[in-house]
């Protein structure tokens, strides 16, 4: 372009000359003028060949009325929170605003700005619909020149001119009945919803016929005597599966008797625990159970007595007859000259009938204890009759016992004929008693047993019940196909078999009835969707009302090898994408990925709330692998991650190079696609050597932050070069479409590394970072000495949204011990700017003034930072095994954090242990932002991820191998190695228009919200705040450090157009450097209140904010590819080498084919 110029001002100051060269027969001016792309040459000069209403800017036409980087000429750049409208840069106001001197206004209540820019109330007026009206005290409305409270007021109830007739009164701005305590409206009248048959529970909740409410839940009508129990009526008096209570069922053998369960027995027994006996006689059980006669007593009718001829002495009966120590009566001791008792009395000798027995006198044919002969004792109830031990008259001895056959269980009729089960023995035979019958020696009901119906193992068909020996339906319901229908309530079967109500109808009292207005059917009930927890937006959509639930649905991956440290992510409807490489195969909702012997392929995949699998896609090469993923305020998926060799994204092709063939280098990647999968863009980052990305972050604009890291190498990001002969990191921001807008680079030593950056609500960065003895960040600067022998200080900074360092801090090692200082694992921001860490540390580390591991090797921390940057507190965590791991770190709706990781043998929390074992066991705990431990939990499985939406709904990802527990839920599959995402209540749900949203959140514009802290909706739907302003307690405040500016927050010392102070402007070649105006060095202009050469600056090429895409380079002002490099759908591109441009655009090479010297081999 400057050359073409320059040759058409030659020829004319010729011409002027005499014409000398430029005559009529010259040549044509154009001949050897090469104009850029997109301009052709008209009379020696380059012009843009663009249509009509656009211009050529960054290598393409763009229409400039519309476009915000290049808003009426090229590089016009409009701010942030401004759009392009007929080429000027206007603010970009929410819906129902306007702008008027400069800012947004709501003109329907703008008091200054009232129904159009510039109309103004007068003092008592405010404005109301975009008209001046009488001010009314809070909590009144002007209605008719009157102020009214439109809560209260039966003629301006809820709002003006709404008359409440019918006598109704105004309560809360509605019409409506007042009822009494305990009751609600429904169909214009007070019903009590616990115990009203037409409104059981909610309005138009019919009960059907035969059904009663009751607590709010249809219930079986049953007989004064009978209760509900599992939909049937029962008494629970006699019921032997519900005795004294529903659920309540007997044991065998048992039989319910006035609500208890007991042991039947026959006539003249009772049921003493298991065994059936006679109380009038039982020893152990003498007048009653457990009753037991002591010191030789017998039972006689119901009481413990000594046997005739014997009395009781100190609680043993005694032979009084017989008895020497008790002759004739208790104590009673013969003497050495009559030592014998004989009828009471002591003799000589024992007279000739009897026997001297050890002492006593004994009759040889009736004495039980010396039966024949002296010592001979007849026992198991055998009595001595004539000299031989044998049971009494109806008694047959069995096993050393005398038994009655007719009664005794074990012996029933004959010895060892047992009578097993329920059976007992009557009469000598093995029975049932109270009309049972023995069934497989069970003793059955065959009046009412549905499993033995009138004969034994003849079973009622499902639904039915028996009733006096005949299967049929329960009261109330009719046969449809061998099913039992209630035909009052049965969708499928209302009001007689197969009888279907329509699709959004249910059965009441036999009559297909449509759900009111609002409502839809759900199973057999008609809900509000739009409230209904237990069906939130859809039908069984159920949100998870208690902290610390899972939800049912659980999405498994199963692969043969470990799928640990999966990425995942979650749009605002509750939209799930996880991302993770794989080896050999992967399956994902019965779709297999493979891939071949020793590459690395990685799958994304989606996962709908209704809990299925939406879509899954493999992306295919010689090696990649994905660290990282992030969904955008608009649903879109961002993956990080590392290529290297030939991988292919969608329709591109990326082959790198670099690095040995035994050390292949891998380049890094960033990549977005939408919610259906199609792949929008990827950035490649090209590097010769060893380079790294740390986390990145994406903002609420979209725009896309990567933090790298690297040594002794050169690294391309876009159009921007970098290289370093030692270590060196950067942060580089793409745009929402992945193009560059700038790098900042950041020197550093040999152990110094970016961990990651985060965008915060408001669009400041925050970065995490590890350096080795000192690092300097713009004005701020710490160092440290001592430590282990791989000591480093950990660094958190933050930065503007310009670039500028705000703060910084670091945590370091103990300068008297060989600490090796504290690491991160992740990091959150508040909606205060608070930050908090989560990491591990090693030795002593002090964190400010405070210290934490001293006498400990390892363990993990977590800290926090207040808004400007200082430490406020800081946590440990210890375990008693080196495998404790940190993975994820967030805020609740709460505002307090949870945390999940993974620890082996035992975990100790503020000085709590919790146990586990030699195996990674998975862990969540909380912590209340005030540094005060909460609840902590062990779990089943492995835990390495957690992430969550605006909506409030967190979910967790781990992973099993075979089978494993989480939150009391079983998990199992039948591959090796399986990962899991579930959602997970950090906070308790509410269903707000059909979505789940944590409680305390409300719904604006079709998503869940919270107004105190969301910038777009801050204290109240719509309510957007100012650039760069945060949302604190529902209110619009600029970050710690910032002044609000016209509605913008401002970095004062650093704002070009607010330079110190509010208002003050630099001029074009100045820029702000402490609060002061400096001019920049001759031959640079300001951009973004920096100095740039406006004719070789990549970002700034000729103007501000045109940057070179695509490879190009800026030469004198505009962007070019560099030499021997073609450009080539939007990149340039070397022909000589590369495969998609072999030679000339869009020459693609085949598959297995290279490149070389612009030749496909």
Same mark, same amino acid.
């Given at each position: 372009m400057l050359r073409a110029i320059h040759g058409f001002l030659l020829c004319l100051s010729l011409g002027m000359l005499g014409g000398v060269g430029c005559s009529t027969t010259a040549p044509d001016p154009c001949r050897d003028i090469q104009c850029q792309q997109g301009e052709s040459c008209e009379a020696g000069l380059c012009v843009s060949s663009c249509e009509a209403g656009q211009l050529w800017c960054e290598g393409k036409c763009l229409d400039t009325s519309h476009n915000i980087k290049h808003c009426g000429q090229c590089g016009n750049m409009c701010r942030a929170g401004e759009l392009c409208r007929e080429g000027r840069c206007v603010l970009e106001c929410p819906s129902g605003e306007g702008v008027c001197d400069g800012r947004c206004v709501d003109t329907s209540t703008e008091p200054k700005h009232c129904g159009s820019c510039g109309r103004v109330c007068q003092p008592g007026e405010v404005c109301s619909k975009g008209n001046c009206t009488l001010y009314c005290q809070e909590g009144m409305t002007n209605c008719s020149g009157r102020c009214v409270d439109v809560k209260t007021s039966t003629k301006h109830c809820g709002q003006c001119g709404t008359v409440c007739g019918g006598g109704k009164p105004c309560v809360e701005g509605e019409c409506k009945i007042v009822c009494p305590s305990g009751q609600d409206v429904c169909g214009g009248r007070c019903v009590d919803l616990q115990r009203d048959t037409a409104h059981c529970g909610q309005c138009a909740n019919i009960c059907g016929q035969g059904y009663t409410c009751k607590k709010g839940q249809c219930v079986r009508e049953c007989s004064v005597e009978q209760t509900v129990c599992g939909g049937e009526c029962v008494n629970l008096r006699i019921d032997e599966r519900h005795c004294g209570a529903c659920g309540n069922a007997c044991l065998a053998g048992q039989s319910c008797v006035s609500k208890r369960c007991e042991y039947t027995c026959p006539a003249g027994q009772t049921a003493c625990g298991k065994v059936c006996v006679d109380t009038n006689t039982n020893v152990e059980h003498c007048g009653k159970c457990g009753n037991t006669c002591q010191g030789g007593e017998l039972c006689k009718e119901g009481s413990c007595r000594c046997p005739q001829g014997y009395f009781g002495c100190n609680g043993v009966c005694k032979d009084v007859q017989r008895d020497p120590s008790n002759c004739g009566g208790c104590g009673q001791q013969c003497g050495k000259d009559a030592p014998f008792c004989v009828a009471k009395k002591c003799v000589y000798a024992c007279p000739a009938t009897q026997a001297d027995c050890n002492g006593r006198c004994a009759n040889l044919n009736n004495d039980v204890f010396n039966c024949g002969k002296c010592g001979v004792s007849c026992s198991g109830g055998q009595v001595c009759a004539n000299g031989q031990c044998i049971c009494p008259t109806s008694y047959t001895f069995c096993g050393g016992q005398c038994v009655d056959l007719a009664k005794e269980r074990s012996h029933c009729g004959a010895c060892g004929n047992v009578c097993t089960g329920e059976l007992d023995c009557y009469g000598g035979w093995c029975g049932c008693t109270g009309g049972k019958t023995a069934c497989q020696n069970t003793c059955k009901s065959l009046q009412t047993d549905a499993e033995h119906c009138g004969k034994c193992d003849h079973k009622c068909a499902k639904g +039915?019940?028996?009733?006096?020996?005949?299967?049929?339906?329960?009261?109330?319901?009719?046969?449809?196909?061998? *099913?039992?229908?209630?035909?009052?309530?049965?969708?499928?079967?209302?009001?007689?078999?197969?009888?279907?109500?329509?699709?959004?109808?249910?059965?009441?009292?036999?009559?297909?009835?449509?759900?009111?207005? #609002?409502?839809?059917?759900?199973?057999?009930?008609?809900?509000?969707?739009?409230?209904?927890?237990?069906?939130? &937006?859809?039908?069984?959509?159920?949100?998870?009302?208690?902290?610390?639930?899972?939800?049912?649905?659980?999405?498994?991956?199963?692969?043969? /090898?470990?799928?640990?440290?999966?990425?995942g992510g979650v749009d605002r409807g509750g939209n799930v994408y996880v991302a993770n490489r794989f080896y050999e195969e992967v399956t994902i909702g019965g779709v297999t990925f493979s891939a071949p012997k020793g590459k690395s392929h990685i799958f994304i995949a989606k996962y709908a709330p209704t809990g299925k699998w939406s879509w899954a896609k493999q992306i295919a090469g010689d090696y990649i692998t994905v660290d990282h993923l992030k969904v955008d305020r608009n649903g879109h998926v961002l993956l990080q991650g590392r290529?290297?060799?030939?991988?292919?994204? #969608?329709?591109?092709?990326?082959?790198?190079?670099?690095?040995?063939?035994?050390?292949?280098?891998?380049?890094?990647?960033?990549?977005? @696609?939408?919610?259906?999968?199609? /792949? =929008?863009?990827?950035?490649?980052? +090209?590097?010769?050597?060893?380079?790294?990305?740390?986390?990145? %972050?994406?903002?609420?604009?979209?725009?896309?932050?990567?933090?790298?890291?690297?040594?002794?190498?050169?690294?391309?990001?876009?159009?921007?070069? @970098?290289?370093? *002969?030692?270590?060196?990191?950067?942060?580089?921001?793409?745009?929402?479409?992945?193009?560059?807008?700038?790098?900042?680079?950041?020197? &550093?030593?040999?152990?110094?590394?970016?961990?990651?950056?985060?965008?915060?609500?408001?669009?400041?960065?925050?970065?995490?970072?590890?350096?080795?003895? $000192?690092?300097?960040?713009?004005? !701020?600067?710490?160092?440290?000495?001592?430590?282990?022998?791989?000591?480093?200080?950990?660094?958190?900074?933050?930065?503007?949204?310009?670039?500028?360092?705000? /703060?910084?801090?670091?945590?370091?090692?103990?300068?008297?011990?060989?600490?090796?200082?504290?690491?991160?694992?992740?990091?959150?921001?508040?909606?205060?700017?608070?930050?908090?860490?989560?990491?591990?540390?090693?030795?002593?580390?002090?964190?400010?003034?405070?210290?934490?591991?001293?006498?400990?090797?390892?363990?993990?921390?977590?800290?926090?930072?207040?808004?400007?940057?200082?430490?406020?507190?800081?946590?440990?965590?210890?375990?008693?095994?080196?495998?404790?791991?940190?993975?994820?770190?967030?805020?609740?709706?709460?505002?307090?954090?949870?945390?999940?990781?993974?620890?082996?043998?035992?975990?100790?929390?503020?000085?709590?242990?919790?146990?586990?074992?030699?195996?990674?066991?998975?862990?969540?705990? *909380? =912590?209340?932002?005030?540094?005060?431990?909460?609840?902590?939990?062990?779990?089943?499985?492995?835990?390495?991820?957690? !992430?969550?939406?605006?909506?409030? $709904?967190?979910?967790?990802?781990?992973?099993?191998?075979?089978?494993?527990?989480?939150?009391?839920?079983?998990? %199992?599959?039948?591959?090796?190695?399986?990962?899991?995402?579930? +959602?997970?209540?950090?906070?308790?749900?509410?269903?707000?228009?059909?979505?789940c949203c944590a409680s305390g959140m409300v719904q604006c514009g079709g998503g869940c919200v919270s107004l105190p802290s969301d910038p777009l909706h801050c204290g109240a739907c719509g309510k957007a705040c100012g650039v760069g302003m945060l949302c604190v307690s529902g209110r619009c405040v600029c970050p710690t450090g910032e002044t609000n500016c016209n509605g913008t927050c401002v970095y004062l010392p650093e704002a070009h157009q607010h330079c110190g102070t509010c208002g003050k402007a630099c001029a074009n070649d100045e820029s702000c450097s402490a609060g002061v105006c400096t001019k920049c060095p001759q031959g640079q202009s300001v951009c973004l209140n920096q100095c740039v050469d406006l004719t070789s600056d990549t970002q700034h090429c000729g103007v501000c904010g045109r940057a070179c895409v695509g490879g190009q380079v800026c030469v004198g002002g505009g962007c070019a590819c560099p030499a021997l490099s073609l450009w080539c759908s939007g990149l340039c591109v070397d022909p000589q080498t590369d495969e998609q441009h072999c030679g000339a655009c869009g020459n693609v090479c085949a598959s297995g084919q290279t490149c070389t010297s612009g030749s496909c081999q």
């Open positions: +039915e019940v028996c009733v006096a020996g005949v299967c049929q339906c329960p009261q109330g319901e009719v046969s449809c196909g061998g *099913t039992c229908r209630d035909i009052q309530n049965d969708d499928a079967h209302c009001g007689g078999c197969y009888k279907v109500c329509g699709g959004n109808e249910i059965c009441r009292k036999g009559s297909c009835t449509a759900c009111p207005s #609002g409502k839809t059917k759900c199973g057999e009930q008609c809900v509000d969707l739009t409230s209904d927890p237990q069906h939130c &937006g859809v039908c069984g959509r159920r949100c998870l009302t208690t902290v610390g639930s899972v939800s049912k649905n659980v999405a498994l991956i199963d692969s043969p /090898w470990l799928l640990h440290w999966m990425k290529i290297q060799g030939d991988v292919t994204f #969608g329709q591109r092709r990326i082959r790198t190079h670099g690095g040995t063939p035994s050390n292949p280098v891998k380049w890094p990647f960033v990549a977005k @696609l939408d919610g259906t999968g199609k /792949w =929008l863009w990827v950035q490649v980052i +090209e590097t010769t050597g060893s380079t790294s990305l740390g986390r990145f %972050s994406v903002d609420i604009l979209g725009n896309v932050y990567v933090a790298g890291t690297f040594t002794n190498t050169t690294v391309k990001i876009g159009s921007k070069t @970098l290289s370093s *002969t030692a270590t060196a990191m950067y942060i580089a921001k793409l745009d929402a479409a992945g193009q560059l807008l700038w790098v900042k680079e950041l020197k &550093g030593g040999a152990k110094d590394y970016l961990f990651g950056v985060f965008a915060d609500r408001a669009g400041a960065l925050f970065v995490v970072g590890y350096f080795s003895q $000192q690092l300097v960040l713009g004005r !701020f600067s710490f160092s440290f000495s001592g430590g282990g022998p791989y000591a480093r200080g950990m660094f958190v900074a933050k930065l503007s949204r310009s670039g500028t360092w705000l /703060w910084a801090n670091y945590a370091a090692p103990s300068s008297s011990s060989p600490s090796n200082g504290a690491g991160c694992s992740d990091m959150v921001v508040d909606a205060t700017g608070s930050v908090f860490l989560m990491g591990s540390f090693d030795g002593e580390t002090f964190f400010g003034q405070t210290g934490i591991g001293y006498g400990y090797a390892r363990g993990g921390h977590v800290a926090k930072l207040d808004s400007a940057g200082k430490w406020v507190w800081v946590k440990e965590i210890f375990s008693t095994s080196s495998g404790l791991n940190f993975y994820s770190l967030l805020l609740d709706a709460r505002g307090d954090l949870l945390l999940v990781g993974t620890f082996t043998q035992d975990l100790i929390l503020d000085g709590v242990p919790i146990y586990g074992s030699n195996q990674p066991t998975g862990f969540i705990a *909380t =912590l209340k932002r005030s540094g005060v431990w909460g609840t902590a939990s062990k779990e089943g499985v492995d835990l390495f991820g957690t !992430f969550k939406n605006a909506a409030g $709904q967190t979910y967790m990802l781990g992973a099993f191998r075979g089978k494993g527990t989480f939150r009391g839920m079983t998990l %199992s599959s039948s591959s090796k190695n399986s990962a899991f995402v579930v +959602e997970y209540a950090d906070t308790a749900q509410v269903c707000l228009a059909g979505v």
